[in-house]
């Protein structure tokens, strides 16, 4: 947080937000899973004085559904929407996960429409939001403008020292960061903000997501854009422990929308950080591990 520049996102700050809304601040405010910041002062400032800003999120799909982690930024996000009642858009990266993950064009957009389903079950406000995927969405309109402009701005050494790109990337990846930077200006999405170009961005996320937006704050001046604003979470943490995140590519650190009550109970009983043994024959053999509790 220090090295990059993020502020702590203090109790002054939770307390502003119940004075501005009149609501109860999230539980993931009151406990501190969203810890960090970049000019969300700035953004309530604005709201204060009557002006309105919009949220942006997303997802990048690369499962068949959304994990408990997964569930965080979604569920802060729906609180923010109701609680400032603004507009939102999210983001479905399928582009990045089909050359991030080696998926092909068409099972990348697959994912993407089960995602959606997950994240509209979550109760956004259907006439404030807008879910689009990249593949959809991006080619001919004044989006694919935007990610020229930023793309054009943005040093490939620069990309590298961001992103720690290698020789061995393929042009796919160096290409996408600005695909997932444009969302935070609003003249990327015409039929909802024209003639609105000033307003304000928040963006709800996990601190993993902070590089891609340090390149956005630093591009978006020059093209006469303000800032897009941060609100970052930390990891969920997997069934293991604190040590590791939930992760969509080990299914048994993790309890995803779809698993079964049996499956939950399974997983939790079998992988969960607790000090158990892998099975009932061992527990009974070696007894718990209680060095995880010191």
């Not at 902070?210 to 604003?229: E, I, N, Q, W």
């Not at 079964?260 to 607790?274: Q, R, T």
Request: with cysteine.
């Amino acid at each position: 947080m220090d090295q990059f520049g993020c502020q702590r996102l203090d109790q002054s700050f939770v307390d502003r937000v119940f004075r501005l809304t009149r609501r109860s601040p999230h539980i993931f405010l009151r406990r501190n899973a969203f810890f960090a910041h970049r000019d969300l002062n700035e953004v309530l400032d604005a709201y204060e004085r009557g002006d309105k800003f919009y949220l942006f999120t997303g997802r990048g799909p690369s499962s068949e559904a959304l994990h408990l982690g997964h569930l965080i930024p979604f569920m802060f996000t729906k609180y923010l929407q109701e609680a400032f009642k603004v507009p939102l858009v999210i983001q479905l990266t399928d582009d990045e996960k089909c050359m991030w993950k080696n998926l092909t064009v068409e099972e990348s957009k697959r994912l993407a429409r089960e995602n959606a389903k997950d994240i509209i079950a979550c109760g956004f406000d259907v006439s404030r939001t807008f879910i689009f995927s990249d593949f959809d969405y991006v080619g001919g309109n004044a989006f694919y403008e935007n990610m020229v402009r930023v793309a054009k701005c943005v040093a490939y050494n620069k990309a590298v020292g961001i992103f720690g790109f290698t020789g061995v990337d393929h042009i796919g990846k160096i290409s996408f960061p600005p695909v997932q930077a444009v969302p935070s200006f609003p003249s990327s999405f015409p039929h909802l903000f024209s003639g609105n170009y000033k307003l304000r961005c928040l963006i709800p996320c996990a601190i993993d997501q902070d590089p891609y937006f340090r390149m956005t704050r630093d591009v978006a001046p020059r093209l006469g854009y303000k800032k897009p604003a941060l609100i970052e979470s930390s990891f969920f943490p997997a069934l293991q422990g604190v040590s590791g995140k939930m992760n969509a590519g080990d299914p048994n650190s993790a309890i995803y929308v779809t698993d079964s009550p049996k499956e939950i109970k399974n997983k939790v009983n079998k992988y969960a950080f607790s000090g158990g043994q892998d099975s009932v024959e061992n527990h009974r053999k070696y007894g718990a591990n209680l060095e995880v509790y010191s």
